[in-house]
């Protein structure tokens, strides 16, 4: 968006803000390494809010409460929040708030390891971002979001119904846990089984999602990821967690959302709890990704939520 020429400033942290005040916003894709100069502050405070902003919440889910605390100490309430986020609870928190809150249905396939440099794993579209207002609806900022996205080369639909779309990503991101904590072979089956799960728990609470072949044609040949000489593609955001060793995880609202909703339906969900508590301890515990085997993963399974989990070793160093 800022290379578009949209007025755009960014609200990073530590080592992320330094590098990026320093030597801008490194973007590395297939078709070369961009260098953008943005202007970045590290809170809310130091924007000089005005009436035409909007504020576009890009950080995990667990971390939402405490930006959008700072946030509204210089934010009027009327300002438009926009929820580019996994997760289904990140709007419901910032409705609190804020009376002006929109979801965005984030497919955006990125790497990001390192301070400042961020990778663009699709070419020459880099994502979809689809908005609508939440809880449902649409209006002129819906548009002007989605205008600002398009502005920027990524697609976006505009949605009344965008939270159904963000339910069939939450359905989706069940498997990052997966990625994050457990070895192939055999992985694949335990993100299906959690997936199951969470779609039972959404049918037993009657939340609409869209549906597998509703996303494959949305996708259709617009996302296109391309390898990057010297930079192999990893696993996905918490797999990246994991990596960069930030020492917290989104589980609880990914994995936990559906873990929340069978307790509130009397859903059985044992695959989607065991991952939440894998993932959360492998992050306190700055474990290296993919630290557990299926068959090890299946035998906690096996042993129930009476047996406990066990704490994973702290790597040496």
């Excluded at 709890?273 to 906690?300: C, I, N, R, Y």
Aim: with cysteine.
């Amino acid at each position: 968006m800022a290379e578009a020429g949209a007025d755009v400033v960014l609200i990073a942290r530590g080592a992320h803000a330094a590098a990026i005040a320093s030597d801008g916003l490194v973007i590395v894709s297939a078709d070369g390494t961009t260098t953008v100069k943005v202007p970045v502050v590290t809170d809310p405070s130091e924007v000089d809010f005005g009436a035409d902003d909007a504020v576009m919440l890009a950080m995990k889910s667990h971390q939402t409460g405490a930006a959008l605390d700072a946030l509204r100490r210089v934010a009027p309430p009327s300002t438009p929040i926009a929820c580019l986020q996994n997760g289904v609870e990140n709007e419901r928190a910032a409705l609190r708030m804020y009376a002006n809150v929109y979801g965005v249905c984030v497919m955006c396939p990125s790497t990001h390891l390192q301070p400042g440099v961020v990778q663009q794993d699709s070419v020459p579209v880099p994502g979809l971002l689809d908005v609508g207002r939440y809880p449902v609806g649409l209006d002129a900022t819906v548009t002007e979001i989605a205008d600002a996205f398009r502005l920027a080369n990524f697609d976006s639909v505009e949605r009344p119904d965008v939270m159904r779309w963000k339910y069939r990503k939450l359905i989706m991101n069940l498997g990052n846990a997966v990625n994050a904590v457990i070895a192939p072979p055999g992985s694949k089956e335990v993100a299906e089984r959690a997936r199951a799960e969470g779609e039972a728990c959404l049918q037993a609470a009657g939340i609409e999602y869209a549906s597998v072949a509703e996303d494959r044609d949305r996708r259709a040949d617009i996302i296109q990821i391309r390898d990057i000489p010297g930079r192999p593609r990893g696993g996905g955001s918490s797999w990246q967690s994991l990596r960069r060793g930030s020492g917290s995880i989104e589980s609880d609202y990914l994995n936990g959302e559906v873990s929340l909703l069978g307790r509130l339906h009397r859903v059985a969900t044992p695959v989607n709890d065991l991952l939440g508590q894998l993932a959360w301890e492998a992050a306190l515990h700055a474990a290296e990704p993919g630290a557990m085997t299926v068959e090890e993963f299946e035998a906690h399974l096996a042993a129930g939520p009476a047996a406990g989990v066990g704490t994973p070793a702290a790597p040496a160093g």
